[in-house]
């Protein structure tokens, strides 16, 4: 046991030098991957592998580990074409080995739990069933901790790569962007789409790459092309910023009033931005900041864009006038000029009723919580008043 002890361990590490670990009668010997030369136990140390490596593959001093692993994969490929008893073997022994890596990853079991625990075991069972003789032949049988964590690892990549074939060799049309859960599919969807791509660009153009249909070359061109990646991050932020806005006025705590002062705060932000970026500021754009390719073009098809944004919000939501949202926020001190015609005398006869006055300070804020957003926007603003007047009063009589 002491011996054993003392003996050279092999170590991950030893790779960059191309050599890798069988295992014969029990003991661990160093096994070149280019020449698949098997040195002795005794040479297991980084000295002397490195001796074999520079002494017989010169011309491979430099390469790095990736490169070794390479011809790993290439002469264990190699190991198990061959049908010699040796082989024969070994390959059992392998098959073994990855047999129970699957079952210790699959019983998400600590890696030394192969040589702790799996190997000792067997080897007592079989050596009492079986007898000595065939539990020494268990010792060609790589379990160590690491061997067990290299098998689960070619185990995964396996998948992994088989997954990638599954999806590189089917149709591309059955494969359909996944969009995200939490939003309906809408224009902010697609910005969520939008966002992704970017996020995914670099995978995207490898997988792309793999596939010679003409369609995915067209993409594949656009990911390509540091112009159009430029102009997509400029999509992202701005979508984003829309996005943020958008949520903002939805939920049971958005006020008509609220969202007024909002919409208000980004159409100030949207003239903020197109003087910045006029200036080669662009520092509140998050994914278009980090590009360093912004072209003067682009720089003015910006600046185009937020201006028609600035007037296609005031399109949408249609200026509201202060006197207006006064008579929201405070109907009781509001002058009844501001109210509209039809509706002037009504309000005359409710500001002067104190205690719907009274009330109101009461229930101001559930008054303001049915303003919701919504139908008041599409249309005249007197609804709005109407509503508040109509509440106030049912309020009273509920009393
Ligand atoms: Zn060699």
């Known amino acids: 046991m002491e011996a054993q002890k003392k003996k050279r361990r092999y170590s991950e590490e030893y790779i960059r030098f191309g050599f890798i670990v069988i295992i014969k009668d029990g003991t661990e010997?160093?096994?070149?991957?280019?020449?698949?030369?098997?040195?002795?136990?005794?040479a297991m140390k980084p000295s002397l592998l490195q001796r074999h490596l520079h002494g017989c593959h010169q011309d491979l001093k430099g390469k790095d580990v990736d490169y070794f692993k390479r011809r790993e994969t290439m002469l264990n490929r190699s190991k198990l074409d061959h049908s010699g008893s040796f082989h024969q073997s070994n390959k059992a022994a392998l098959h073994a080995s990855y047999v129970v890596a699957l079952k210790i990853a699959q019983q998400k079991k600590p890696h030394?739990?192969?040589e702790t625990l799996v190997m000792p075991c067997t080897k007592e069972i079989v050596r009492i069933m079986l007898g000595e003789q065939h539990a020494k032949k268990l010792d060609t049988v790589p379990l160590s901790d690491n061997t067990v964590q290299r098998r689960i690892s070619d185990m995964s990549t396996d998948i992994k790569d088989q997954v990638v074939f599954e999806i590189k060799t089917a149709p591309l049309g059955i494969f359909a962007l996944q969009l995200d859960e939490t939003t309906d599919v809408r224009w902010l969807s697609r910005g969520n789409v939008v966002k992704r791509v970017f996020e995914l660009k670099d995978e995207l153009g490898l997988f792309?790459?793999?596939?010679d249909k003409k369609v995915t070359q067209v993409y594949l061109a656009k990911l390509n092309d540091p112009k159009w990646i430029t102009g997509h991050a400029?999509?992202?932020d701005i979508l984003s910023r829309l996005n943020i806005l958008n949520k903002s006025l939805q939920g049971a705590d958005a006020v008509v009033t609220d969202a007024v002062d909002k919409?208000?705060?980004?159409?100030?932000?949207?003239?903020?931005w197109e003087t910045k970026v006029k200036k080669g500021n662009?520092?509140?754009?998050?994914?278009?900041?980090e590009r360093q390719d912004i072209s003067d073009q682009l720089v003015n098809l910006i600046v185009d864009?937020?201006?028609?944004?600035q007037s296609e919000m005031k399109r949408y939501f249609p200026a509201v006038s202060e006197g207006i949202l006064k008579l929201i926020r405070d109907p009781f001190h509001t002058d009844v000029?501001?109210?509209?015609d039809e509706i002037q005398e009504e309000f005359i006869d409710f500001v002067n009723d104190s205690s719907a006055s009274d009330l109101f300070e009461k229930e101001s804020s559930l008054v303001r919580e049915v303003l919701f957003l919504g139908g008041p926007w599409s249309g005249e603003m007197t609804v709005v008043v109407l509503i508040v007047l109509v509440l106030v009063k049912d309020m009273r009589r509920s009393l």
């Open 234 to 236: 400029y999509i992202v």
């Open 29 to 42: 010997m160093p096994q070149c991957v280019i020449c698949a030369k098997v040195l002795s136990p005794a």
């Open 305 to 309: 864009h937020l201006a028609s944004l």
């Open 263 to 272: 919409l208000k705060s980004f159409q100030m932000k949207l003239k903020l």
């Open 112 to 114: 030394s739990t192969g």
């Open 208 to 211: 792309f790459s793999c596939n």
């Open 282 to 289: 662009f520092e509140m754009f998050e994914a278009l900041a």
């Open 337 to 340: 000029a501001s109210v509209n």
